[in-house]
């Protein structure tokens, strides 16, 4: 059996050199029958039970452990060695003492675990921290963008307000500046009238007849002196008579006056006011003689000052176009063109600038615009190019152009006109203003018609922003008729047109809430207009 044992190559343990010697492969497991272990004797006369024979002395035998290595029925019974039982106890020393170990780094590591689990934990709640914070932030920033929208539109409407409030007292200052000019022309013609008639009365007063109060007494030489002496005597008490009535005259007249109700100067301290009564009637001074003498101005290298017209020049936009001269403006000169060239920046309200700014852009050579074949204007290319970023694109690409032509039909040509006499007086004129705006309904057209050509030549938005105020007021307060939308829309400019925008917006709003009444007008209205009913769609996206 033994031999069947060691000739299973198989199933076997071989012993280690080291201390802690390893199974190179597992035994297989012993079935619970087969668990026993046998004890035997030693064949040198000795029992099975450990008793000698005879008188021979007893020793301590080593048991000796029977263990089945193999599935066979000869290898069952396996006699371990003392050797082998002394290296199967250090190795269960040696397996004892390394699980010890290892339960220790178990725990450790267990330990381990248990910390990183509550660095974990910590840090999880560290996490939503972080979060509630960046969720806290984030509400604050959208709070905060809600009141930047909010500030922007109020920005936008309180500088509509003040472009509208300028344009009032612009206004209001080219009416008063109008009613001074009126004033002086009245007080001039007020006084010719009063050099008039003092002229008048001048010769009237000259033409009358003096009266002789000289008494003239006639005597005869050839008279002899008591009869001259005589007559000198009747003329004498002639003159001494009327002197009596003069003299009698003046006391009833100054009875009349002494007899008059109230004060008089000598016996009050009370002021005299002026009455018919009291008033002195002078008659006026005659004129002075003038001393008149030629000069030869020719002497000195100066002609003589030419007459001033009557004529009242007018601007180009008289009345029609929301603008004269006699409000207090200064006309055209034809004044003298340097080399300076100014900066240009169309985002720039030229109407915030220096006069001395604002003359610069008189400089350089002078273009025409067209409306089609039409000839709007002749105006100098500087002022075009910082009013207008489309002038400014063009004539940068294009620096020989001599004009600049927009598409027949594009826009208005008064409404274009009216624009182009304005760049122009902006490059003289002493004062800034805008164009006047009519808000009666009737001028409707008229406003949308200026808004659309500033919006095709590509001016800055403010120069209209007192019309995009009232318009969109309008629309907002539902005062807007289907016949003003009807017109907005017709004379829209999509690439950019905040009233075509508030109109669009502001139907989309009430659509939503459902606060539009005439609801037939609107689709008729959207059918009409297929690039209202695009916008709306937009938005409503």
Not at 124 to 147: M, P, R, S, Y
Not at 190 to 196: P, T
Request: aromatic content about 6%; hydrophobic content about 35%; some cysteine.
């Amino acid at each position: 059996m033994a031999s069947g044992f060691w000739a299973a190559g198989n199933n076997k343990v071989k012993a280690s050199n080291s201390l802690t010697p390893t199974v190179t492969e597992a035994a297989p497991k012993m079935a619970a029958s087969s668990q026993k272990v046998v004890l035997k004797g030693m064949s040198n006369g000795h029992g099975t039970n450990g008793a000698t024979n005879g008188n021979t002395p007893k020793f301590d035998t080593p048991s000796v452990a029977t263990v089945s290595w193999d599935e066979d029925v000869d290898d069952t019974n396996f006699v371990v060695t003392p050797f082998q039982t002394k290296v199967m106890d250090t190795r269960l020393v040696t397996f004892n003492t390394t699980i010890k170990l290892k339960d220790e780094r178990v725990k450790e590591l267990e330990a381990t675990v248990v910390t990183k689990i509550l660095r974990i934990e910590e840090l999880e709640v560290a996490v939503e921290d972080k979060d509630h914070v960046i969720g806290d932030l984030e509400a604050n920033i959208e709070f905060k963008d809600t009141q930047i929208k909010q500030l922007e539109k109020e920005n936008t409407t309180q500088y509509l307000q003040v472009q509208e409030l300028v344009g009032e007292v612009d206004e209001r200052d080219r009416r008063i500046k109008q009613l001074e000019a009126e004033l002086e022309d009245k007080a001039t013609i007020i006084g010719g009238f009063e050099k008039h008639v003092l002229t008048i009365d001048a010769e009237a007063l000259s033409a009358k007849d003096v009266k002789d109060t000289s008494v003239g007494v006639q005597v005869n030489l050839s008279q002899g002196p008591a009869e001259r002496k005589t007559v000198v005597k009747q003329a004498v008490s002639e003159i001494t008579s009327q002197l009596k009535v003069s003299a009698a005259e003046e006391s009833n007249e100054t009875l009349t006056t002494k007899t008059t109700r109230g004060t008089s100067c000598g016996e009050s301290g009370s002021p005299t006011f002026v009455t018919k009564d009291t008033l002195k009637v002078v008659p006026p001074a005659p004129r002075p003689k003038t001393l008149t003498f030629p000069i030869d101005l020719s002497k000195f290298g100066k002609k003589p000052a030419a007459q001033k017209s009557t004529k009242s020049s007018t601007s180009p936009s008289n009345g029609k176009n929301g603008h004269t001269t006699p409000w207090g403006h200064a006309s055209k000169l034809a004044g003298v063109k340097t080399d300076t060239m100014p900066k240009f920046n169309p985002s720039a309200d030229i109407r915030h600038m220096l006069h001395g700014e604002r003359v610069v852009f008189a400089n350089g050579p002078d273009v025409i615009v067209k409306l089609g074949d039409v000839k709007l204007a002749t105006i100098p290319k500087y002022v075009l190019m910082q009013c207008s970023k489309k002038a400014l694109q063009y004539f940068t690409e294009n620096p020989e152009a001599t004009s600049w032509v927009f598409p027949a039909g594009s826009m208005d040509a008064d409404a274009a006109k009216a624009h182009l006499s304005w760049m122009d007086e902006m490059t003289y004129q002493g004062r800034v203003y805008s164009l006047t705006l009519n808000a009666a309904s009737v001028y409707d057209k008229k406003n949308l018609r200026i808004c659309r050509a500033a919006r095709v030549m590509g001016l800055n938005n403010t120069y209209v922003g007192h019309f995009t105020k009232q318009f969109c007021d309008r629309i907002r307060n539902q005062n807007a008729s289907l016949e003003f939308m009807d017109t907005i829309c017709e004379l829209a400019y999509p690439e950019n047109d905040p009233v075509f925008e508030c109109l669009a917006n502001n139907i989309v709003n009430q659509k939503r809430i459902g606060a539009h009444k005439d609801t037939a007008g609107l689709e008729k209205l959207l059918a009409k207009h297929a690039l209202l009913k695009q916008k709306m769609e937009q938005i409503e996206k």
